[in-house]
């Protein structure tokens, strides 16, 4: 192994964590800043709802596509986001493993396994891309961030999908390729990871506030849990 | 390029310092945490209705206000505005473009809120914006007119108070009879340390008297020791449209204050979707003011009076297919959307669900102000179209709300797309369903004291002399043949001229009139009447199909009409009005 990939698996990968971590940190103080608005008057609603069912019901709706009628009917574009997320998580359980658990890498099935979940989302990462260029109303909330983002994470997880037969290898540079597709992915995710905090993926650090403080709301005020009914 | 600080507008500037001070974390939270995903895109009822134009789309419009918040308080969009499309704003043009997106293109319905994946609050950071933009002066000017009202008056419709305690006097001598009580009884005023403090919305004062004789009737029958305010009795709150925390505030206070000082136990708010949720949920929080004494809708009040067995009802009174319409305030705001349902189910007998419905269901169009904003009514009647369909695919002939400005928007959308339908409210089905029993009912004389004449038979209209003025022939047609049918002499008239010079020959009991005829105008037409001595006996009923009007006849200084009713008119509707208006012996003008 050459003590480029050596560096760019190891300590560039800290730096570049800690990096997003101190950052995230400070985006955390930053946001805590802002005062938390509150309810003086009596809660409404149905009885048995309460701001803590409210908050869990909030927090896991993701979960439900059934629960938003966003989710509920567009289910494919909904598995698309269960898919793209599955690899992005798995993506870097990859740059994990590959400097401190490479053995498992070596459990039958698991790197194809890795393949398959990276590969589909980096396949739903271009569809991603069709439909922010080719819907009007996506071109036209989209910012350059939104595309870079998207289109970073897209080669990343493609990256991922090419360098996974070759993370169980102790020195790479002795097979065709595999110290490059090795290097390009860690290389890609040291950005990712420096790049994280100043753009729309950090959207994670604010869903369980934004999460929270509405299902809160909406708990108190017996909106969530959602009801529907199609019959008197 | 940026473009220097001292170009910047007194009321841009104003506008920026103040979101500093507006933002809080809940706030804060929408406007970093969206990933522009566009899952709420198709939530908007102005998107649906619009296909193709993105600039409905709410993160779109959310974006239009995001933008000031990314470059002024986000990091990146400070050091790098054009990677995140973070802007600003320098002219008062721009503010002007600001308000037509948060005015003009969403009626803070929160349905999008419920649909983003990442719990942002689209509707929550449009009133903010509102907020601002009505800070520095930039509002649609009915925005401001009511406001102005609300601040000065004490109620969003400027009734004056001498306007209001007469027409609760009317509605109580209205029931004098039917109840066998003297009219002080029925709707006591100022009355002390009762149970409940009944609240209204000023609308029902000049449009729709007869929802406030419909609940005296059913408090009356609860045995309900209740009473009305004289002064501080209305229970909307524009401050929850314009965005203004102060007025919202200070209007829910002045209520608030006058249910202590009659040491009420409870205020009971009438159906009105942002008059609940601005008296019961948000005012306490904008006027930082704890309120002593329990809140509640008067359809949670009229479901416990039934559930108890405090008055009886008879649902086989309302047969005709109904179906029932969410404010966006009551269900997605408030939680209430099963009571209604409760109830509406003891007093009908043919309930069709909307779909969606609930908190799901689409906003009536008239929300977040939008009746008041005429500037934006021909959007707001596009974007109709998506509660056209809703409604149409119930089969119902009634759609019923617990909203005011729902009755307003539905009655709109109902006219321009031509649907078959009437809108009622619960409290109206529920007096119709009541089961009077026979000791509230007073005795009859076996024998007239004095006998009168008495019309023909089966013609209850008959004696009575009617002019009719409309400028649409069809219209004149209509209303001719139902109440020459029911015995009145009509006269139709098809202008302004037309109808004072009927009128001023016929000399009749009740003029019909049409708000937007040619000649002179219904305004002065209706003025002119009203000065006049000799004419002082003509009862006059608008008849008209836009709503938006009301204020050429409302807001001039003289007594008010004794009628008022919305195109489409049924036959059942128009005679009932009718014959409630000419009934009136004892209202004075």
Redesign the interface.
């Known amino acids: 192994m050459s003590d480029f990939l050596h560096f760019s698996e190891h300590r560039l990968q800290e730096l570049a964590l800690g990096f997003m971590a101190l950052v995230y940190a400070i985006r955390i103080v930053w946001?805590?800043r802002?005062?938390?608005?509150?309810?003086?008057?009596?809660k409404?609603?149905?009885p048995g709802?309460s701001r803590t069912k409210g908050v869990l019901y909030?927090w896991v709706?993701?979960a439900m596509p059934w629960a938003?009628?966003?989710?509920r009917?567009?289910l494919f574009?909904y598995c698309q986001?269960v898919v793209f997320h599955l690899g992005v998580a798995t993506a870097i359980l990859l740059s994990f493993i590959i400097p401190y658990g490479r053995g498992l890498l070596e459990i039958p099935l698991a790197v194809p396994a890795i393949q398959v979940i990276t590969g589909a989302a980096c396949a739903v990462g271009v569809i991603r891309m069709i439909r922010r260029v080719g819907?009007?109303?996506?071109?036209?909330?989209?910012?350059?961030?939104?595309y870079f983002s998207l289109a970073l994470l897209t080669v990343w997880l493609g990256s991922a999908v090419l360098a996974a037969p070759y993370g169980a290898l102790a020195d790479p540079s002795k097979v065709a390729y595999a110290e490059g597709l090795r290097l390009t992915f860690f290389l890609l995710t040291a950005f990712f990871l420096v790049y994280v905090p100043?753009?729309?993926i950090s959207?994670y650090l604010?869903?369980p506030?934004?999460?929270y403080?509405?299902?809160k709301?909406?708990g108190y005020?017996?909106?969530y849990p959602?009801?529907?009914?199609?019959?008197? | 390029m940026t473009r220097p600080e001292k170009t910047r507008s007194a009321k841009a500037r104003k506008v920026l310092e103040r979101l500093g001070q507006k933002?809080?974390?809940?706030?804060?939270?929408?406007m970093?945490?969206?990933?522009?995903c566009?899952?709420?895109?198709?939530?908007c009822h102005y998107?649906l209705a619009n296909p193709?134009d993105?600039?409905y789309?709410p993160?779109?419009k959310a974006?239009r206000i995001r933008k000031l918040f990314k470059r002024h308080h986000d990091?990146?969009g400070r050091v790098f505005p054009?990677?995140?499309?973070a802007g600003s704003v320098f002219t008062d043009e721009e503010l002007e473009e600001l308000k037509d997106i948060v005015f003009g293109k969403c009626t803070n319905c929160r349905r999008c809120?419920?649909?983003?994946?990442?719990?942002?609050?689209l509707a929550t950071f449009n009133r903010m914006a509102r907020g601002l933009l009505v800070s520095v002066g930039i509002m649609p000017e009915g925005v401001a007119v009511v406001s102005k009202d609300q601040w000065e008056l004490g109620n969003q419709m400027g009734v004056l108070k001498e306007d209001y305690v007469e027409t609760l006097e009317w509605m109580a001598e209205e029931l004098e009879e039917e109840l066998g009580a003297p009219a002080e009884e029925i709707i006591p005023i100022d009355k002390p340390d009762c149970e409940v403090v009944y609240s209204i919305n000023p609308r029902e004062v000049k449009y729709d008297p007869r929802t406030i004789a419909d609940a005296a009737k059913i408090f009356c029958l609860a045995g309900e020791n209740w009473t009305m305010p004289s002064d501080c009795w209305d229970m909307t709150n524009f401050g929850l449209f314009s965005g203004d925390d102060d007025l919202g505030g200070a209007v829910a206070r002045r209520l608030y204050e006058k249910v202590i000082e009659l040491r009420g136990k409870r205020l009971v708010i009438s159906e009105c979707g942002h008059g609940y949720r601005s008296t019961?949920?948000?005012a306490?929080?904008w006027g930082?003011?704890?309120?002593p004494f329990?809140?509640e809708s008067s359809v949670i009040t009229m479901l416990g009076y039934i559930k108890e067995g405090r008055i009886r009802v008879d649902k086989r009174r309302n047969t005709i297919p109904v179906t029932f319409h969410d404010s966006c305030n009551n269900?997605?705001?408030?939680?209430?959307?099963?009571e209604p349902?409760e109830l509406?189910?003891l007093v009908v007998t043919d309930?069709?669900?909307m779909?969606?419905?609930?908190?799901?269901n689409f906003c009536c169009t008239g929300g977040g102000g939008a009746m008041s904003m005429s500037e934006y009514t021909p959007r707001r009647l596009k974007s109709g179209k998506i509660k056209a369909d809703q409604l149409k695919a119930t089969g119902a002939k009634i759609v019923v709300t617990s909203c005011h400005n729902c009755v307003d928007g539905l009655t709109d959308v109902i006219r321009h797309y031509k649907l078959d339908m009437e809108v009622t409210q619960l409290v109206n089905l529920v007096a119709n369903a009541l089961v009077v029993p026979a000791e509230a009912v007073p005795e009859k004389p076996a024998v007239p004291e004095k006998v009168e004449e008495v019309p023909a038979p089966g013609l209850p209209l008959a004696g009575h002399t009617i002019v009719v003025a409309d400028d649409e022939p069809d219209q004149v047609t209509m209303l001719r043949a139902i109440l020459e049918d029911h015995g009145a002499t009509v006269f139709p008239a098809f202008s302004g001229d037309e109808a004072l010079d009927m009128v001023h020959r016929h000399k009749p009991d009740l003029l019909t009139l049409d708000l937007a005829m040619p000649g002179k105008s219904a305004g002065e037409v209706f003025e002119m009447i009203r000065k006049d001595p000799q004419m002082d006996h003509v009862k006059i009923c608008v008849i008209t199909g836009r709503p938006e009007l009301r204020e050429v006849i409302y807001e001039r200084s003289v007594a008010p009409p004794e009628g008022y009713l919305d195109k489409p008119v049924s036959e059942e509707r128009l005679l009932r009005n009718v014959r409630k208006v000419l009934e009136v012996t004892h209202h004075e003008n």
Request: hydrophobic share 35%.
């Open positions: 946001f805590l802002f005062k938390a608005g509150g309810e003086r008057q009596a409404t609603g149905p709802t909030s709706n993701i938003m009628e966003s989710t009917k567009k574009f986001f819907s009007p109303y996506m071109r036209a909330i989209s910012s350059p961030d939104d100043f753009s729309k959207h604010y869903y506030f934004t999460r403080y509405l299902g709301t909406l005020r017996g909106v959602i009801r529907r009914g199609s019959k008197a | 933002l809080n974390r809940q706030i804060a939270g929408s970093v945490a969206c990933v522009h566009g899952m709420c895109t198709d939530s998107v193709g993105p600039t789309a993160a779109y974006d990091w990146t054009w990677w995140v499309k809120s419920l649909n983003c994946p990442m719990g942002v609050d019961r949920c948000e306490p929080n930082k003011f704890d309120v329990d809140m269900a997605r705001s408030c939680g209430l959307f099963e349902r509406l189910n309930f069709r669900e779909v969606p419905n609930r908190a799901e």
